[in-house]
């Protein structure tokens, strides 16, 4: 049963179309979003997903995987299409996306208690119409909840160059956490080291910028310091869904040590050492365990404490 205050996480669903060289396709549940309130959930988090999903065999699907797990679906009722990816796997493991997908997140209900924590990112805040109404979102409901996103660059949807930059720096400047991986940050800004972006980042307004690094581990951006946490050896399977179990690993642990939330908010300006640590570890052992299966399957309780005793201490 959950046993936290509830989070809420808006945008995408998407239907994951996986084709791999020499096997049948796959069909997975997928959207970054949809993923990060799946992997809350898994781990006991009371979670609500604000989302598109249509009528049809693909929302279906979604909707069961969500139920599964425990998240509340608020959807706009509009009746699109579920939105859909094809998702080519390399010989490594390694995913490249095409998209079929509207995005507009029309008439809502809101959920009828103001959530602790309200998580953000990819399609759903870069692809209009919708973008703008989950911006007008976060906008409202940062003063009592706090906000992460995860800008999760899709180069197919990104449309101009200089606005998508400005739309991410805007999300970030609302951003309590902000996680990007290493190619987020290139995609965005080609000129610029990762680390120079990240560095950036987090004096424009964010409490933290985790920057993941793939095998290399994940480095955490405070105002006056960084951290870096190593990657656990691991046989990958496939990187499907790998940055989004980091996100929900990551949410998890903070909420563990009461840092979401406006009462949070104080204290994860300064966090405790060992609890960054913490957290740091809770979220590249939850990564760690999805890209050693196929598809965005986060981990559980159990599987996550399992993982945790192959992490060493962040240094």
Not at 187 to 215: C, F, I, K, N, Q
Not at 264 to 290: F, Q
Not at 302 to 310: G, Y
Request: charged fraction near 20%; proline fraction near 8%.
């Amino acid at each position: 049963m959950p046993d936290s205050p509830a989070l809420l996480v808006i945008g995408e669903c998407v239907a994951d179309i996986v084709r791999t060289p020499g096997e049948p396709d796959r069909t997975h549940p997928g959207g970054s979003p949809a993923n990060v309130a799946y992997g809350l959930a898994r781990l006991g988090r009371d979670t609500t997903l604000l989302t598109q999903l249509g009528p049809d065999a693909d929302g279906r699907l979604i909707r069961d995987h969500l139920a599964s797990a425990g998240v509340r679906v608020l959807t706009d009722g509009s009746g699109a299409p579920t939105p859909a990816a094809t998702v080519e796997l390399d010989d490594e493991g390694r995913a490249a996306y095409t998209f079929a997908i509207t995005w507009t997140l029309g008439d809502v209900d809101r959920p009828g208690e103001l959530p602790l924590h309200v998580h953000t990112g990819s399609v759903a805040t870069a692809l209009e119409p919708g973008a703008g109404t989950v911006l007008r979102l976060v906008e409202d409901l940062r003063a009592t909840a706090t906000v992460s996103y995860d800008p999760n660059v899709r180069p197919a949807l990104m449309g101009d160059h200089a606005h998508a930059v400005r739309r991410a720096e805007h999300f970030v400047a609302l951003s309590d956490i902000v996680k990007a991986s290493d190619e987020d940050l290139r995609r965005l800004y080609p000129d610029e080291a990762p680390e120079s972006a990240a560095a950036r980042w987090v004096r424009s307004g964010p409490s933290v910028v985790l920057l993941t690094m793939g095998a290399d581990g994940a480095l955490a951006f405070l105002r006056d310091t960084v951290v870096r946490v190593g990657a656990p050896p691991v046989r990958i399977e496939d990187t499907v869904g790998a940055g989004d179990a980091f996100m929900s690993g990551t949410l998890h642990a903070l909420a563990s040590h009461g840092l979401l939330g406006a009462r949070g908010r104080a204290r994860l300006r300064t966090p405790d050492p060992a609890v960054l640590g913490d957290v740091l570890r809770h979220a590249v052992a939850s990564a760690a365990v999805t890209v050693g299966r196929a598809g965005a399957l986060p981990p559980d309780r159990e599987e996550l404490a399992t993982a945790l005793t192959s992490v060493t201490a962040p240094g």
